[in-house]
């Protein structure tokens, strides 16, 4: 099997909004502000509602109802009104498969995605709000493996349990490639920036090409960490297991190992942005 023998089943494909898909290029725009971005918004009558209605909501408190995008935006405040686009925008763009727990999926997926982010900031080698993107589209392709796959993808999970193998050898082993290689496939059927599609690509083995993509390391980290936040791993031991070779490649500072409490703590408010 190859790569783009999943994509020719594109009545499967999840349908991500063309406002997602342009939002994502504004992200690499340095110049991007609130018209660009609330305009985008605006063309989407979906999203526009999803918008009013999260800053009407009782999250925010306001005493007065907003019924402009324009204004909604500056209230959200660009990287939460980015943050909302996207991952609403993906979260519902698929609303069950079969094997995968959605709920679980994104969950795990904005978790990455805000470790990503917290990285990010903390490196002048990648930029944060594209981090944070890397990181919820990071894991798509397993996605599209089970969308288009069932049956594959659960003798995957099957090997993964009771081989005790990795994921990576077992989908080489069932598929010749891995999911990685299908989320960037499907990134570039979606015209991503294709930066995104490489660090998405490398980020389980970063050192696979001789010079190490930044973002495809801090996309490796942030796994890592969520990793150790999932198994609710002592922090001694987050410390200690640290891939400080990575986190170099990263452009971290030997520092971060100090702040690694920081984002074992870190907390997200998706669930009142996606409700």
Known sequence: MQVQDLLKHT?????????????????????????????KVAHDQTMSLKVLRVVNSAYFGLSRKVYSIDEATVILGLNKLKTLVIASGFANSVKSVEGIDLKEFWRDSF??????????????AVD???????????????LLLHLTEPNIAQEIQVLVKTQYISRTKAEMDKL??????????????WKF??????????????????NPQPL??????????????????????????????????????EKIIYELGEALLLEDDLDQLLA
């Not at 342009?22 to 725009?29: F, S």
């Not at 993107?133 to 397993?142: Q, Y």
């Not at 920036?193 to 001789?210: D, N, W």
């Open 111 to 124: 978790r990455v995605a805000l470790l990503a982010q917290w990285l990010g900031k903390r490196t002048d």
């Open 176 to 189: 010749t490639f891995t999911t990685q290689d299908a989320s960037k496939a499907l990134m570039d059927l």
């Open 128 to 142: 944060a709000e594209e981090a944070f993107t890397a990181g919820i589209v990071h894991n798509l392709g397993r």
């Open 216 to 253: 495809a390391c801090i996309l490796n980290l942030a796994c890592y960490l969520n990793a150790c936040i999932r198994d609710e791993r002592d922090e001694m031991l987050v410390v200690d297991g640290f891939p400080k070779t990575v986190s170099k490649a990263a452009g971290l500072p």
């Open 193 to 210: 920036p294709p930066e995104l599609g490489e660090a998405v690509r490398l980020h389980k083995r970063p050192f696979s090409e001789e």
């Open 11 to 39: 009545d499967k494909l999840p349908n991500v909004p063309d406002v997602v898909r342009e939002l994502i290029v504004l992200l690499n725009d340095p110049n991007a502000n609130y018209f660009d971005i609330s305009k």
